[in-house]
């Protein structure tokens, strides 16, 4: 529990939080998804597997909305952090226009979750 009370203060590292909760989770996801293309899932699906799947998918939608909160508050640590020179406060930027972005495409996703592609 400390751990997760620590990564939304954003307490942990900027390099640990981007790398390791935000992009290797994110690929963890997508390759989850693939490889239920793959086997062929989405083809005949039964309603406990559609309801498996739409379970799936709010949780990775609730899961994106955690990591930005916390990665926007370890870019905000970051880029206020004293001891850090200003050459490297870009990283803390950077991050900060990723996690607009995400918003921004998380805002996407919802609305195509509850209103479909059409």
Request: net charge negative.
């Amino acid at each position: 529990m400390d751990f997760i009370k620590a990564l939304w203060r954003g307490k942990k590292s900027l390099a640990f939080t981007f790398w390791r909760m935000y992009v290797m989770m994110h690929l963890a996801f997508t390759a989850f998804y693939m490889l239920l293309d793959m086997l062929g899932v989405y083809n005949e699906i039964t309603d406990v597997e559609y309801f498996l799947l739409q379970v799936f998918e709010v949780a990775t939608f609730i899961y994106t909305m955690f990591i930005l909160v916390c990665l926007g508050r370890c870019a905000a640590n970051y880029t206020n952090n004293e001891e850090i020179n200003d050459t490297q406060t870009g990283w803390g930027r950077l991050v900060v226009i990723l996690v607009a972005f995400g918003w921004i495409n998380l805002l996407f996703q919802f609305a195509t979750m509850v209103w479909g592609y059409n």
